[in-house]
């Protein structure tokens, strides 16, 4: 047998083990006019800010899921999203792949980061969205047993892919924008120091793709929320989503 065929096998029993009920929420069902904006990696300096004034100049609130690593290290940032009235969300103590993890590290990782997360925001902390959105049956549960839901996206903006002009990722994050859409940008760049994969950041202006984004939302009628926000008046949509870019196939395989 080849290693292919060994892997192809391990995926299938991945797949075979996740029946249709084990969803994360991917959209919002709603009456409302609305999308709910979500960035991950932070809140780090400059970025974080860019995308809070485009927040701001739209009257919009979202969902911020942050990277322990950030929050230790800017730990006001994370002050001055809260206090501009958004939600904050976990991405994890740091940006490892999850299914990577034996399943001690993976519950370490979910359980210690969300305890973390509500010491620094005293408020609980209900979503998770798993770094480079892999997830494995069992790391999906473990986000629930901790007491999270994991939230994944039906729109990205391509803000964390360097071959991309700008134009394209606003045409990217506005091609399907629909109500209760939720749409992936990043208001940090995970590397190295918070273990995550050595990729080149893309040199983006964050606050004018934001704004660029919004302001074709707006012209279709949608407004912008936080995710807690939208669900006052809305239902989550959930659907399997269990992923791991095959580079890593081989590592989740042998732990
Ligand atoms: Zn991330």
Not at 99 to 119: H, N, Y
Not at 209 to 221: E, F, K, T, Y
């Amino acid at each position: 047998m080849t290693l292919v065929h060994d892997l192809k096998l391990a995926a299938m029993r991945v797949l075979e083990k996740a029946p249709d009920a084990i969803g994360s929420v991917s959209s919002v069902r709603t009456d409302e006019a609305i999308i709910v904006p979500t960035f991950d990696d932070g809140p780090t300096p400059r970025r974080t800010h860019d995308v809070l004034r485009a927040l701001a100049d739209h009257e919009a609130t979202a969902t911020f899921f942050v990277l322990m690593t950030s929050v230790r290290a800017n730990r006001g940032l994370l002050d001055e999203v809260v206090a501009a009235g958004h939600e904050v969300g976990l991405h994890g103590m740091d940006h490892r792949h999850l299914p990577t993890l034996s399943r001690a590290e993976a519950t370490e990782m979910i359980t210690r980061g969300k305890a973390e997360l509500e010491d620094a925001l005293g408020l609980p902390v209900r979503w998770f969205r798993p770094p480079h959105g892999d997830q494995s049956v069992e790391t999906w549960r473990i986000i629930r047993e901790a007491g999270m839901e994991s939230v994944i996206w039906s729109g990205t903006s391509w803000d964390w892919n360097p071959d991309a002009t700008q134009d394209e990722r606003v045409a990217k994050a506005t091609a399907n924008l629909d109500r209760g859409t939720i749409l992936l940008f990043h208001d940090g760049h995970a590397g190295p120091a918070d273990l995550g994969d050595p990729v080149p950041e893309p040199d983006l202006d964050r606050y004018e793709l934001l704004d660029r984004v919004l302001r074709i939302a707006q012209a279709r009628g949608l407004r912008a929320v936080s995710l807690g926000r939208a669900l006052e008046r809305g239902s989550v949509v959930t659907r399997p989503h269990f992923n791991l870019h095959p580079k890593h196939l081989a590592a989740a395989v042998r732990r």
